[in-house]
């Protein structure tokens, strides 16, 4: 049961456009959420984070968009850099025990062109 | 900047060894992860630990041990290697000082067993 579903496994843009990044959720537990890059060889790292009192949260060129009442969340590269071409991981967490544990999606390949 | 050091990149081991990964983070953090990245699943949770001599199962534990004698370093044992343990490891790392703080990756060991 894949509780954290990202149900685009690639998307491919334009240099200078928006890419837009979609991950839906089952578990109305999950309070806070996680997005991760992954480049070829090497680990995941971290990007940028949403708590669920929030709807949304930005970072430079990154923004986070949480839905809670359809538990959608979506993350918002503007402007898109071939940089930016990785795989993107979206995670939840719920707060009950603080744990850190965390629940990934499926991941998306994210290929920005020049 | 945290540093978590996994061992090996590469590693090819036979079926029904016992194979060793190690991870060593540098930031004395509390909570610790093994991970395998398998495509189209994402990344799934196989053990973490809370702190020194703790452990919990994650997932998918089936097939897999962990240790965590020191604080900085976690490892993953396979008992008796089998070819649909061939994957990408990922460990991970967090703190629980601060609210809500990520887990900080490896770059991974992609693990072959013929």
């Known amino acids: ?60 060129r990154f923004t986070v968009f949480l839905n809670k009442s359809a538990k959608h969340l979506s993350l918002h590269i503007v402007p898109s850099q071939p940089g930016d071409s990785a795989v993107y991981f979206c995670a939840a967490s719920a707060s009950s025990g603080n744990t850190g544990k965390l629940i990934f999606g499926q991941g998306t390949t994210l290929q920005v062109k020049p | 900047d945290v540093k978590v050091t996994q061992s090996s990149r590469y590693l090819v081991k036979r079926t029904g060894e016992k194979v060793f990964l190690e991870c060593v983070q540098d930031m004395d953090h509390e909570n610790m992860f093994w991970y395998r990245q398998d495509p189209g699943l994402g990344l799934r949770l196989i053990y973490f630990s809370y702190d020194v001599k703790m452990k919990e199962k994650g997932d998918i534990p089936e097939g897999y041990s962990v240790s965590r004698e020191k604080k900085e370093r976690f490892s993953l044992i396979l008992e008796s290697a089998s070819t649909n343990q061939t994957s990408m490891y990922l460990c991970a790392s967090r703190t629980t000082q601060g609210y809500r703080q990520p887990q900080h990756f490896g770059d991974g060991t992609r693990l072959s067993i013929l």
């Open chain 1, 1 to 60: 049961d894949q509780q954290v579903k990202q149900n685009s496994p690639s998307l491919s843009v334009q240099e200078g456009r928006i890419s837009i990044l979609n991950c839906d959720y089952t578990n109305s537990m999950f309070d806070y959420f996680l997005w991760y890059k992954k480049y070829p060889a090497e680990g995941p790292t971290f990007l940028i984070s949403i708590s669920s009192i929030k709807d949304k949260n930005e970072d430079g």
